[in-house]
């Protein structure tokens, strides 16, 4: 079975730009996670989308945007870089409900470069 | 604000011993505990989880202590070998099937098992 998957692996952009990354859950999984991975740090909670609606959202500026699709994917919005944005972007899926609904299964990631 | 504090921050352990990694939680609210191993260029992934109505929990060679009055959990690899040179991450969340789950992570141990 396919697991959380991430497009694209790698990107680099210049300040200013935006960027859009995108995220395949696991099927049958109905909420994703969007967490930013600085280099040294643990990852930091973005937003949480379940059914397509916002379930949560970190402390991050409102540069940052994500949404979901009737599908379940997922794509987290960047708007006017800045180099301190440069870092992993990790996207992680789960049920959404039920005991063991809230268990995250992580992708390999999106390595965001800002120059 | 840290609201999960890891230590160390580094280990070095020779193949076939111990290694422990401790996590101090300051949130009472939080109540799933996960261990995620990250290898380099991959998303992390999730290892074993403690919910805090029990004190310990096994699997295989990775045991999860809970100390709910004292705000910490630790994670004890047994009979370490090089394939478990990796950064471990603890973390913590609040479940709730309407707030959803945002994983609050450790700053992340390296650890090194030599040959």
């Known amino acids: ?115 | 604000q840290q609201q999960v504090k890891q230590s160390p921050q580094s280990l070095i352990v020779q193949k076939g011993g111990i290694s422990i990694i401790n996590c101090a939680y300051e949130n009472t609210a939080f109540d799933y505990f996960p261990w995620y191993q990250q290898f380099p260029g991959k998303g992390p992934a999730l290892l074993i989880a403690i919910r805090p109505d029990v004190s310990e929990k096994k699997e295989g060679r990775f045991t999860i202590s809970f100390n709910k009055s004292a705000k910490q959990f630790s994670l004890h690899i047994m009979d370490s070998q090089p394939g478990d040179s990796a950064t471990y991450f603890c973390a913590a969340s609040k479940e709730g099937e309407t707030s959803g789950s945002r994983l609050t992570f450790g700053e992340g141990t390296q650890l090194t098992v030599n040959p």
């Open chain 1, 1 to 115: 079975d396919a697991g959380v998957t991430q497009s694209p692996t790698h990107l680099i952009k210049t300040r200013g730009q935006h960027v859009t990354l995108r995220c395949s859950p696991i099927s049958g999984h109905k909420s994703v996670s969007w967490y930013q991975q600085v280099l040294g740090q643990g990852p930091q909670f973005i937003f949480q989308y379940y059914e397509k609606e916002e379930r949560g959202r970190g402390n991050f500026p409102d540069r940052f945007s994500a949404r979901q699709f009737p599908n379940y994917s997922s794509e987290l919005n960047v708007n006017a870089l800045l180099l301190g944005d440069s870092a992993l972007y990790l996207c992680a899926s789960s049920l959404g409900r039920g005991q063991w609904g809230n268990i995250q299964y992580f992708g390999a990631g999106t390595r965001l470069s800002v120059l």
